[in-house]
């Protein structure tokens, strides 16, 4: 049996029809650029994630880069963030001018409040949240910690869409949210596109502006811009993909409630941390394990035709082109070397997943 990490071919079968009627419909009124499916999206996402305002863009990695743009932080000040992440989040901090300073995670991947605290510095003005494999951070002790020091939150929620925390979605935390929309995410166009969110109406503004090449009217320019507009036909695609979304993330949080009883307690593997007193709402945009014989779990699981895959290997920490300033960093280097991801598609069938299942606790014995 072969299983395949992610199958977009068994969802495009599903949704054919809705989707060519919607491309066949932009098409047939050539509305191609900043058309009414582009705000009817935005209004929907922002609704869903009890935000403010909702900007699409053209990646999610825009949508970071445009929103550490908007902050118009001093230059060379610092933002506090985690290494376990994608390149995309310290890219925008990097080339906004500003420094990332990188403060370990915990056990759930996610960035430590304890090592927040002791990051801080006179020149640290924002804490860049990441919510990883579809869990929130402890939003509470982080907003505790900004509060107290007087510090921004901006969250990298490219992971967590529908991901909550005591109630509150990812996204809605911080001055600004980034979200990708990336075909791999469990919310996906039909090729690269992202959004902003915030609750400052003057800052969604700016980021509006901003992607549309520095104009909020036609040809009246107000500053260099950037072209990050969400194309039409993304938004289109996305609206047909939304109405899906309570259903696919209820298929994956069943698909990872099934491994979860079913690998639990087995020598050399540790599963994703569970929701605590049901503070965590999550969405499982990865589910992730860790074993110290990542290698070897990973060559037996292919031997059997499971497809697999790592969040992130190389750690940015340890790419030396980048040319980053990284210290105890513990437990993100031990993760990074420990962790893969396992199939948790909600189109793979319950014996695709029992085949995982059993080529795991084959290994293991």
Same mark, same amino acid.
Not at 74 to 88: D, K, M, N
Not at 191 to 198: H, K, P, Y
Not at 220 to 229: H, P, W
């Given at each position: 049996m072969q299983v395949r990490y992610i199958y977009l071919d068994r969802q495009y079968r599903t949704l054919r029809r809705e989707i060519l009627d919607a491309v066949d419909g932009i098409f047939q009124r050539a509305a191609f650029i900043l058309r009414p499916e582009v705000t009817e999206l935005e209004r929907a996402l922002a609704a869903r994630l009890g935000v403010g305002h909702v900007v699409g863009l053209n990646s999610g990695t825009d949508a970071l880069r445009l929103g550490m743009h908007g902050l118009d932080l001093p230059a060379g000040c610092e933002v506090l963030t985690p290494a376990h992440t994608f390149i995309s989040t310290i890219g925008a901090i990097v080339q906004a001018g500003l420094r990332p300073v990188f403060v370990d995670i915990g056990a759930d991947y996610n960035v430590d409040p304890d090592a927040i605290e002791a990051a801080i510095t006179p020149n640290t003005r924002a804490i860049m949240v990441v919510h990883l494999n579809g869990r929130v951070c402890r939003m509470d002790r982080i907003e505790a910690i900004a509060k107290r020091r007087g510090l921004s939150i901006i969250e +990298?929620? &490219?992971?967590?869409?529908? &991901?909550?925390?005591? #109630? *509150? %979605? &990812?996204? %809605? @935390? #911080? *001055?600004?949210?980034? @979200?990708?929309?990336?075909?791999?995410?469990?919310?996906? %166009?039909? #090729?690269? &596109?992202?959004?902003? =969110? =915030?609750? +400052?109406?003057?800052?969604? +503004?700016e980021i509006r502006m901003l992607r549309n090449i520095g104009q909020r009217e036609k040809n009246v320019f107000e500053t260099f811009g950037y072209n990050s507009r969400l194309d039409t036909l993304q938004a289109a695609i996305c609206l047909v993909k939304l109405a899906r979304l309570d259903a696919w993330v209820a298929q994956r949080r069943r698909l990872a409630a099934r491994y979860d009883s079913e690998l639990s307690g087995l020598n050399w593997l540790t599963l994703p941390p569970p929701p605590g007193d049901g503070e965590h709402y999550d969405v499982y945009s990865s589910y992730v394990v860790r074993t110290a014989r990542r290698d070897e779990l990973r060559d037996h699981l292919a031997q059997a035709g499971i497809e697999t895959m790592i969040h992130w290997w190389p750690p940015l920490c340890e790419q030396p082109r980048l040319k980053l300033v990284t210290e105890g960093l513990a437990m993100t280097e031990r993760i990074s070397r420990e962790v893969v991801s396992l199939p948790v598609d909600p189109d793979m069938t319950d014996d695709e997943q029992a085949h995982v299942i059993k080529t795991i606790r084959r290994f293991v014995a």
């Amino acid at each position: 049996m072969q299983v395949r990490y992610i199958y977009l071919d068994r969802q495009y079968r599903t949704l054919r029809r809705e989707i060519l009627d919607a491309v066949d419909g932009i098409f047939q009124r050539a509305a191609f650029i900043l058309r009414p499916e582009v705000t009817e999206l935005e209004r929907a996402l922002a609704a869903r994630l009890g935000v403010g305002h909702v900007v699409g863009l053209n990646s999610g990695t825009d949508a970071l880069r445009l929103g550490m743009h908007g902050l118009d932080l001093p230059a060379g000040c610092e933002v506090l963030t985690p290494a376990h992440t994608f390149i995309s989040t310290i890219g925008a901090i990097v080339q906004a001018g500003l420094r990332p300073v990188f403060v370990d995670i915990g056990a759930d991947y996610n960035v430590d409040p304890d090592a927040i605290e002791a990051a801080i510095t006179p020149n640290t003005r924002a804490i860049m949240v990441v919510h990883l494999n579809g869990r929130v951070c402890r939003m509470d002790r982080i907003e505790a910690i900004a509060k107290r020091r007087g510090l921004s939150i901006i969250e +990298d929620a &490219a992971q967590a869409i529908d &991901a909550k925390f005591d #109630g *509150r %979605a &990812a996204g %809605a @935390f #911080g *001055r600004w949210g980034a @979200f990708s929309l990336h075909p791999m995410k469990i919310l996906g %166009a039909a #090729g690269d &596109a992202g959004f902003l =969110t =915030t609750n +400052d109406a003057a800052f969604a +503004d700016e980021i509006r502006m901003l992607r549309n090449i520095g104009q909020r009217e036609k040809n009246v320019f107000e500053t260099f811009g950037y072209n990050s507009r969400l194309d039409t036909l993304q938004a289109a695609i996305c609206l047909v993909k939304l109405a899906r979304l309570d259903a696919w993330v209820a298929q994956r949080r069943r698909l990872a409630a099934r491994y979860d009883s079913e690998l639990s307690g087995l020598n050399w593997l540790t599963l994703p941390p569970p929701p605590g007193d049901g503070e965590h709402y999550d969405v499982y945009s990865s589910y992730v394990v860790r074993t110290a014989r990542r290698d070897e779990l990973r060559d037996h699981l292919a031997q059997a035709g499971i497809e697999t895959m790592i969040h992130w290997w190389p750690p940015l920490c340890e790419q030396p082109r980048l040319k980053l300033v990284t210290e105890g960093l513990a437990m993100t280097e031990r993760i990074s070397r420990e962790v893969v991801s396992l199939p948790v598609d909600p189109d793979m069938t319950d014996d695709e997943q029992a085949h995982v299942i059993k080529t795991i606790r084959r290994f293991v014995a």
